[in-house]
């Protein structure tokens, strides 16, 4: 059997290999980076890393696994999320996030090293009518292509974070400047 590699992979590669096989989610907008996992000449997988969608959690510390998407290659999952934690650290993060639906069991990240963190429940906002979590406004239509149910975090890394945002912001701001 050979082994799985790492490889850089650009963003506009890896959303077509997710829009291609991910279950429930499209491409990404955006991302810090993308990597691949490959088994001799052949990719099996992707994940993307990015800013996290929790604005209580951009305190440019922390970085979210936005999307995982394999073709069901053994382990490529497991080898996707401790690589992005390997890069992260490497950038100089000190924790990282992915949510999975609340139904999955997330063995892959447990085998490889994240820890569950808090369930994240579905909610209708304001507007009782609107599916749970759903981004549609009045003023802003939108139609839900993703799931829209209770989620769980996971997390890796120094939780919780140690710092208040608005403290690390400033801080970092201020490391910017100087």
């Not at 291609?20 to 992707?46: C, E, M, N, Y």
């Not at 890393?49 to 998407?69: C, K, N, S």
């Amino acid at each position: 059997m050979t082994h799985l590699v790492l490889r850089p992979i650009t963003l506009r590669a890896a959303n077509g290999v997710i829009a291609r096989v991910h279950r429930h989610h499209g491409p990404v907008r955006g991302a810090f980076w993308a990597l691949s996992a490959w088994r001799a000449d052949q990719l099996v997988g992707v994940a993307t890393a990015g800013r996290p969608v929790a604005e209580a959690l951009q305190d440019g510390l922390t970085f979210e696994v936005t999307r995982v998407a394999t073709d069901g290659t053994r382990n490529a999952c497991s080898f996707l999320y401790s690589a992005a934690w390997r890069v992260a650290r490497a950038m100089g993060y000190v924790r990282g996030c992915t949510y999975v639906l609340a139904e999955e069991s997330g063995h892959s990240l447990k085998v490889s090293g994240w820890t569950r963190g808090p369930k994240v429940p579905a909610r209708s906002w304001d507007r009782p009518k609107v599916p749970a979590r759903s981004w549609d406004r009045p003023k802003r239509r939108r139609v839900d292509k993703h799931p829209t149910g209770p989620k769980v975090r996971w997390q890796v890394g120094d939780w919780p974070p140690a710092l208040s945002v608005a403290a690390t912001r400033g801080q970092l701001e201020l490391e910017a400047i100087a």
